[in-house]
């Protein structure tokens, strides 16, 4: 019933930035924890971020920190991941996914097995 669109997707040069949304529908997403992955063919989907319902949690793997940000608009029922600075390394499916904060089944959030629902995604290329 949850419904997750991501968009923005591109090509962008090394160095260059990219904001990626993801957009819910069928429920509000006040309640809900939100994380990035992304998934290159072949290769085995990575966390990338983390932001908990109130966004008053974030998290970022190594790779993303200190050039990605991750934030949310409840109100618009979005959240986001600006990307600052990409490599060819961050190419990739990025897609976001949701739980219900508090849900049983928790644990780190790159354990891309604790969450439940999923978007289709949408694709970033950073060429070498």
């Known amino acids: 019933q949850l419904q997750l669109v991501e968009s923005g997707g591109d090509l962008v040069q090394p160095g260059g930035s990219l904001r990626v949304s993801c957009v819910a529908s069928?429920?509000?997403?006040?309640?809900?924890?939100i994380a990035w992955f992304r998934q290159a063919p072949g290769k085995e989907r990575e966390g990338v971020s983390y932001?908990?319902?109130?966004?008053?949690?974030?998290y970022y793997s190594d790779s993303a920190q200190g050039r990605f940000t991750i934030s949310r608009d409840n109100a618009n029922n979005a959240v986001y991941l600006q990307m600052n600075r990409l490599r060819p390394e961050d190419t990739g499916n990025y897609i976001c996914?949701?739980?219900?904060?508090?849900?049983?089944?928790?644990?780190?959030?790159?354990?891309?097995?604790?969450?439940?629902?999923w978007g289709q995604g949408t694709q970033v290329i950073v060429p070498t």
């Open positions: 996914a949701a739980r219900v904060n508090g849900s049983p089944g928790g644990g780190n959030w790159y354990n891309r097995r604790i969450w439940k629902d």
């Open positions: 932001i908990n319902h109130n966004g008053r949690i974030t």
């Open positions: 069928g429920r509000t997403l006040d309640r809900y924890d």
